[in-house]
C-alpha cells in the first residue's frame, strides 16, 4: 500500500527538550511539507522540500529544523527555541509535475509538559 | 503576499438542505484544492481544480472554480448527516511550491 507515514501518533515533550517527528512516504513524490495545525485553525506551513538535500523555510519555520537526505524520508525536529509547540503535526507529500495534489500523513499530536 | 479566506467559517444545517461554501484568494493563481478533515483526523483530498471554469462533483459535493474572480465554491446538494466536517480550501502560490490554506469552514448538518 502506498501512503505516508508519521510516528509517533503522540509525543510529550518536557520544556527545553528537543523531538524529532518521523514522516515517511512511498508515493515517490519529490516533494514534502511539514504543517502546523494549532486547535480549530487552519494549517501553516513550517518547512517543505522540493529535492532530495534541499528545502526551504515557510512561513513559521522559527524553532524547528529538517533534514532530505532520503526520497522517501522528510524528519522535523522541534527545537527548545520553539516556545509553544503543543499542536497537531501533520506532514504531506505531492507529485509537482503532475497535479501538485498533496497527501497527508495521519498526524503527530504534540503536547508540550 | 496570498491570503486566502473562507466563509462562513462555521455552518449549521439542516439534512436535505442545499448550501455553498465560498473560498476566495488574494493573488493570481490557476490550481486550488477542496480538503476534509474529521475531528482528530488528518486531511483528506477531495477536489483539485486546475483551470479557470473547471468543475468537479463527486456524490453531494460540488466544486467549481472562477480564476478571474479568485474565487472557488463547494456546493453541498441533500446534506446527510455524514458530511460534517470541517472543509479547508489551499491555493497554489504562483510558481507551485507550496500551499496556502484557508482557515476552514466546520460544517455541521442536523438531523
Known amino acids: 500500500d502506498g501512503g505516508i507515514t508519521q510516528s509517533p501518533k503522540y509525543l510529550f515533550r518536557k520544556e527545553g527538550q528537543n523531538v524529532t517527528l518521523s514522516c515517511e512516504q512511498n508515493l515517490n513524490h519529490d516533494a514534502m511539507y511539514w504543517y502546523r495545525q494549532d486547535p480549530g485553525q487552519g494549517l501553516r506551513l513550517i518547512y517543505y522540500s522540493q529535492i532530495v538535500n534541499d528545502f526551504q523555510k515557510g512561513d513559521i519555520a522559527e524553532g524547528y529544523s529538517v533534514s532530505r537526505e532520503k526520497k522517501e524520508s522528510f524528519p522535523l525536529t522541534v527545537t527548545s527555541a520553539q516556545k509553544n509547540p503543543t499542536a497537531f503535526y501533520l506532514c504531506a507529500s505531492s507529485m509537482r509535475e503532475f497535479n501538485n495534489e498533496q497527501f497527508f500523513g495521519p498526524g503527530t499530536r504534540l503536547t508540550v509538559l | 503576499e496570498l491570503k486566502v479566506e473562507q466563509n462562513p467559517l462555521f455552518l449549521s444545517m439542516q439534512e436535505g438542505k442545499n448550501y455553498t461554501i465560498y473560498c476566495n484568494y488574494s493573488?493570481?493563481?490557476?490550481?486550488l484544492y477542496w480538503y476534509r478533515q474529521d475531528p482528530g483526523k488528518s486531511l483528506e483530498s477531495l477536489f483539485v481544480?486546475?483551470?479557470?471554469?473547471a468543475v468537479k462533483q463527486e456524490g453531494r459535493l460540488m466544486a467549481s472554480l472562477d480564476t478571474k474572480a479568485r474565487l472557488s465554491t463547494l456546493h453541498i446538494t441533500a446534506a446527510v448527516h455524514d458530511l460534517s466536517a470541517t472543509y479547508f480550501c489551499a491555493v497554489d502560490r504562483l510558481g507551485g511550491q507550496n500551499f496556502v490554506f484557508g482557515p476552514g469552514t466546520r460544517l455541521s448538518v442536523l438531523p
Open positions: 493573488t493570481t493563481s490557476d490550481r
Open positions: 481544480l486546475l483551470s479557470n471554469g
